[in-house]
């Protein structure tokens, strides 16, 4: 039996002064139950806890770890920029280069301003895109999570979808009535939104491929794929697509983006969004797009939008060295590594009698607890999640650490050696087990 008698203490006391003893709803365990591990060290695929207990990690901080823990080129940035002074609240180099990364690599993305997470990102471009139309509404999908912006918290993903939330309390009612949710994947409703109300909508937000009620990949319909047709839909409508790629970014494929068809220019979103992967764990988000859209921010525009931190050295040192890492070597290693890792929980679960399926989105997947495909947040909910959290509970035991949710992607990394996966490969028959009781 795993000892967690030092978590167990920590969290008591976390939880006099910490609402719920976190900083991020999902993490208090809440719909597993239990103890969350408090993390004490972390390097490559491997997680140290306060009670001495080793695992091996899934979760990655919830994606920008992809070159695994610690890992020394990141760090070394890290420790050389922060020799240099911590914040400026000044121009300085690496954000330049950290933007002129980005441009390089997105198509579409033609400026980019640096913040300090998703949330902010989405949040910014939402402004610009209802800057740019004069327009209030905001068209999202059921399932979609792009962060806590109040207007984007209806029918979310993530921590929303774990605890069964409808939304959030302390959204106004003019908020809310702004944003429009449809069900992911759904063009006929997309289109009939558009037929009644397209002059009053501002943009389509989106995540490229939904990763926050577990993978749920973009479907084509009569060859058009769903991003593409919520592009063609929204400027036919004079409306904007924000493309939210804060998960899927530099982390779904080598191309660094998912929501974009690479070899059609003829369509592109409008405004994207970054997070995770291009801060290497420190925090950063991003949003870009199209020069004339974001030269709207102040000081040249009448949008405002500004960070104190934003842009901050160690950031962006540990942004750049995390993609000066990702070459196509390092794809293909998370390639591999995930679709091993794919093939050992099919097996597992397939032996005990387990009804699961597996979707993915590149090189992200994640494990649904039902027999049939999902392709809304409706049938995401239809999940077993009583033999999610048995399963999860015996990978914990066993020395693995799942998200704490079943709604949630699983990361690996370029350190997810085979001798990692193979102790993956140890633990899962039984949690397999589990889940079947
Ligand atoms: N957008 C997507 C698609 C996300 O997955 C997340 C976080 O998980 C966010 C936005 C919000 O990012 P952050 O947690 O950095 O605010």
């Given at each position: 039996m795993t000892s967690t008698t030092t978590s167990a203490d920590l969290f008591a006391r976390a939880q006099q002064v910490i609402p719920s003893g976190v900083n991020s709803p999902v993490r208090a365990f809440g719909s597993v139950g239990g103890t969350p591990p408090f993390l004490t060290e972390a390097k490559g695929a491997l997680l140290h806890d306060a009670d001495g207990n080793e695992y091996v990690d899934l979760v990655g901080s919830w994606g920008p770890m992809i070159l695994g823990h610690a890992n020394e080129q990141v760090v070394e940035a890290v420790r050389a920029a922060a020799g240099r002074g911590l914040s400026f609240g000044a121009p300085q180099p690496g954000e330049v280069t950290l933007a002129e990364e980005v441009v390089r690599r997105i198509g579409p993305v033609e400026q980019l301003r640096l913040v300090n997470s998703g949330t902010e990102a989405t949040m910014s471009a939402l402004r610009v895109a209802r800057a740019a139309t004069g327009r209030d509404v905001v068209v999202k999908f059921a399932g979609?999570?792009?962060?806590?912006v109040d207007a984007l918290?209806?029918?979310?993903?993530s921590g929303v979808a774990t605890f069964a939330m409808p939304g959030s309390a302390g959204v106004t009612a003019a908020t809310a009535r702004d944003t429009v949710v449809l069900p992911y994947g759904d063009s006929e409703a997309v289109a009939a939104l558009f037929a009644e109300r397209g002059g009053e909508i501002a943009a389509i937000i989106t995540e490229a491929a939904p990763a926050n009620m577990g993978v749920v990949p973009p479907l084509a319909q009569d060859g058009v794929g769903f991003n593409r047709f919520l592009s063609e839909t929204a400027h036919a409508a004079g409306a904007l697509l924000i493309s939210d790629?804060?998960?899927?970014?530099?982390?779904?494929s080598a191309e660094g983006?998912?929501?974009?068809?690479?070899?059609?220019?003829s369509w592109a979103p409008d405004l994207m969004t970054f997070g995770k992967v291009i801060g290497g764990g420190l925090p950063v988000g991003a949003f870009g797009g199209r020069a004339d859209l974001m030269g709207l921010l102040a000081p040249a525009g009448p949008v405002y939008q500004a960070g104190t931190?934003?842009?901050?050295p160690l950031a962006t040192a540990a942004g750049l060295a995390t993609l000066e890492g990702l070459d196509a070597a390092a794809y293909d290693t998370l390639g591999r590594a995930s679709s091993t890792l794919q093939q050992l929980v099919a097996d597992a679960l397939t032996t005990a009698g387990v009804p699961h399926v597996i979707q993915t989105a590149g090189t992200l997947f994640s494990v649904f607890f039902r027999e049939q495909p999902v392709t809304t947040y409706e049938d995401a909910k239809a999940q077993d999640t009583a033999a999610f959290t048995r399963f999860f509970h015996a990978m914990l035991e066993g020395g693995v650490y799942l998200?704490?949710?079943?709604f949630e992607a699983w990361f690996v990394s370029t350190a997810h050696s085979d001798e990692v996966l193979d102790r993956i490969a140890a633990v899962l028959p039984a949690a397999a087990k589990a889940a079947a009781r």
């Open positions: 979609c999570y792009h962060g806590h918290l209806a029918e979310a993903g790629e804060v998960l899927t970014g530099f982390r779904a983006h998912y929501g974009i068809d690479g070899a059609d220019r931190l934003s842009g901050n998200p704490p949710s079943a």
